[in-house]
């Protein structure tokens, strides 16, 4: 017997409210941290596919999968770009292709949206999302980020 796993080819498509549980769970389950509130607006501005664009993945009846990103345009000097900035897929189907399908996906729809590039933001310690986006052969861009705790 072998322990590679085997891998998984959901359906791929757009989010529809009856996924908004299932995305609220995951995400929690992720991050500790219940945010029903947050995910509810993420679903009004962009379930509708015309700001951006959330895709799950399904097996069968099973959610396998979200991804959530936008274009957007001219913000810091940027030209049109596509941001993918939510990414999960359930613990027991990791290493099983689903979240690469996700994320081509999701280049797809900014292809067609006209844009060339993708990017994203993480921790500088988030070493699983680091090595998958890696894997996706995104490297570092031109720009870097700066902050500043505000006293009082
Ligand atoms: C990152 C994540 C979406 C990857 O999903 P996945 O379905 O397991 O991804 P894939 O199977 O398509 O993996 C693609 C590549 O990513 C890299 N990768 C994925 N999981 C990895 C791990 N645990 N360790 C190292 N590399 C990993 C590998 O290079 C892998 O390719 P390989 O299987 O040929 O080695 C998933 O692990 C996840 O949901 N993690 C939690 C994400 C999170 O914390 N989100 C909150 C902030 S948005």
Do not use: H
């Amino acid at each position: 017997m072998s322990d590679v796993p085997v891998p998984l080819t959901p359906t791929i498509r757009p989010a529809t409210p009856a996924d908004l549980d299932a995305i609220i769970a995951l995400d929690q389950e992720m991050t500790g941290m219940s945010k029903p509130d947050y995910w509810r607006g993420v679903f009004d501005r962009f379930g509708n596919g015309s700001e951006g664009c959330i895709l799950v993945a399904s097996d069968g009846d099973r959610f396998v999968g979200f991804i959530v990103g936008e274009v957007r345009a001219w913000e810091f000097g940027s030209p049109p770009c596509g941001w993918v900035f939510a990414l999960g897929v359930p613990q027991d189907v990791r290493l099983r292709g689903v979240g690469s399908l996700l994320f081509d996906g999701l280049c797809e729809r900014f292809r067609q949206a006209g844009v060339k590039t993708i990017r994203t933001m993480l921790a500088r310690d988030a070493l699983l999302i680091m090595s998958f986006f890696r894997s996706q052969g995104m490297v570092g861009g031109p720009f870097i980020q700066l902050e500043k705790e505000l006293a009082g």
